[in-house]
């Protein structure tokens, strides 16, 4: 396995130490978390620069990032609801539209095109790390409150627009495909039936 998926899987085992590490009880856990979690997210600055560097951007590489991503967010998020840090509906709204997008890319996958993560989605990725660590420390220190209050409702807005372009993108890309489909159709029968015509001229 090459060191860009090497890392994407290293962040999917630092979920579940990252869960427990957020329900755990003792003293400086909420600091420990934070490091852990802000490791995770490190691997995926790593390993997308690390393909792109090594040229080693593979299919698995691109559909299992984003899985990776989803796991290690959605995982802190549902343990921030456990905690009564975040109301439960904000999650279910961040977590939803994680599980409707991993369909979506299931979908387009099994229709031979690949969804890439757009620009907006990266940032959304960018503003759950900022949310989730500021909120973890808001306990600790009270002056994130505000910060990590405005930062989760750019999550949910950032959520529902990204996701929203990932659909019109697959409408788009599907389309596409299905013109393709009906052209190749089209020239298939077109070209039978001007041999089938080239055959009953040489007959005569």
């Known amino acids: 396995m090459s060191l860009p998926n090497s890392l994407t899987v290293l962040r999917i085992f630092f979920v579940p130490l990252l869960v427990?590490?957020?329900?755990?009880?003792?003293?400086?856990?909420?600091?420990?978390?934070?490091?852990?979690?802000?490791?995770?997210?490190?691997?995926?600055?790593?390993?997308?620069?690390?393909?792109?560097?090594r040229e080693q951007i593979s299919r698995l590489g691109i559909l299992l990032d984003p899985i990776a991503d989803k796991l290690l967010t959605s995982a802190a998020f549902i343990s921030l609801v456990e905690l009564r840090l975040v109301p439960a509906w904000v999650v279910v709204i961040i977590v939803g539209r994680e599980f409707a997008v991993s369909g979506l890319r299931a979908i387009a996958s099994s229709e031979g095109f690949l969804l890439q993560a757009s620009d907006l989605g990266k940032a959304k990725m960018v503003l759950q790390v900022a949310a989730i660590t500021a909120i973890v420390l808001e306990r600790r220190f009270p002056i994130m409150t505000l910060p990590a209050t405005v930062l989760l409702w750019l999550v949910v807005v950032s959520a529902?627009?990204?996701?929203?372009?990932?659909?019109?993108?697959?409408?788009?890309?599907?389309?596409?495909?299905?013109?393709?489909s009906v052209r190749h159709r089209m020239v298939v029968i077109q070209g039978a039936e001007q041999e089938r015509e080239g055959k009953d001229v040489a007959a005569r």
Request: charged residues 20%; aromatic residues 12%; hydrophobic residues 55%.
């Open 160 to 180: 529902l627009v990204s996701a929203a372009l990932y659909f019109w993108n697959f409408s788009k890309k599907l389309d596409g495909a299905l013109r393709e």
């Open 20 to 53: 427990v590490l957020l329900l755990t009880t003792q003293p400086n856990m909420d600091l420990w978390a934070v490091a852990v979690f802000l490791a995770a997210a490190t691997t995926d600055l790593l390993d997308g620069y690390l393909a792109r560097r």
